[in-house]
């Protein structure tokens, strides 16, 4: 079936520092799934963060940036430099006419 | 804006009882409606896939009587956990999503927090 494997976390990082949260995907039943990084915030609901659906190209939002390589099926999570902010549960995704199909989440703690 | 709201957001119920959880799409149409399940230490599972004038679908795991659904209109859906036991404690959440538009995101509400004693 359709799976997302991610960095287990927590990861803890200190603020100002770089990130990279890997992502990898397989997709037997969708032939172009569309990929999606959300994110659950202490307290908050989960929210989409941001979402790619061609391959090839790259997605940000809030200095986070993703991009969709089909050849190494991956979608990893970068920013230059975290924030405080940031810290929440980051989850990977994937999907098309089909509900997403969540990773196991990944918890992120900056330090200030 | 869209919103999703999910009711109650808290629900205690004995072991052998059923719970009765409901999900309200505000701003957008909600075509479909995708109900998923985080156990403790657990992701997200889906559930099951609601698309109005369709028929419902499990996933492996998941059965209609254990957890019928209702999706009578285009801004509410509701789903019912029927004789809850231990495992099926966890964070039930609902994600809508409106096939008529041209954003793929689903949207999603807070989650109903479920635990069986």
């Known amino acids: 079936g359709d799976s997302v494997t991610q960095t287990e976390g927590p990861v803890t990082v200190s603020e100002s520092e770089s990130l990279i949260i890997n992502c990898t995907y397989s997709a037997t039943s969708i032939a172009y799934p569309n990929l999606f990084w959300y994110v659950r915030y202490p307290g908050e609901g989960l929210q989409l963060l941001l979402k790619v659906i061609t391959a090839g190209q790259k997605g940000s939002s809030r200095g986070f940036e993703a991009t969709y390589n089909k050849e190494t099926t991956s979608f990893h999570l970068q920013k230059a430099s975290v924030q405080e902010s940031d810290s929440a549960v980051y989850y990977c995704?994937?999907?098309?006419?089909?509900?997403?199909?969540f990773g196991a989440g990944t918890k992120l703690s900056v330090k200030p | 804006g869209a919103l999703v709201y999910q009711y109650p957001r808290r629900t205690i119920c004995k072991s052998g009882t059923s719970m009765r959880m409901e999900c309200q799409a505000v701003?957008?149409?909600?075509?479909?409606v995708a109900w998923y399940r985080q156990s403790p230490q657990k992701t997200f599972e889906l559930i099951a896939l609601?698309?109005?004038?369709?028929?419902?679908?499990?996933e492996q795991n998941f059965t209609q009587e254990k957890f019928p659904i209702s999706h009578p209109n285009l801004s509410f859906s509701s789903m019912t956990v029927l004789n809850a036991y231990l495992e099926d404690r966890g964070l039930y959440l609902c994600?809508?999503?409106?096939?008529?538009?041209?954003?793929?995101?689903?949207?999603f509400g807070p989650g109903t927090r479920l635990t069986v004693l």
């Open positions: 609601s698309t109005v004038n369709s028929a419902i679908k499990y």
């Open positions: 994600g809508a999503r409106d096939w008529g538009g041209s954003s793929y995101e689903q949207y």
């Open positions: 701003g957008f149409q909600a075509t479909s």
């Open positions: 995704a994937l999907g098309n006419n089909n509900a997403p199909r």
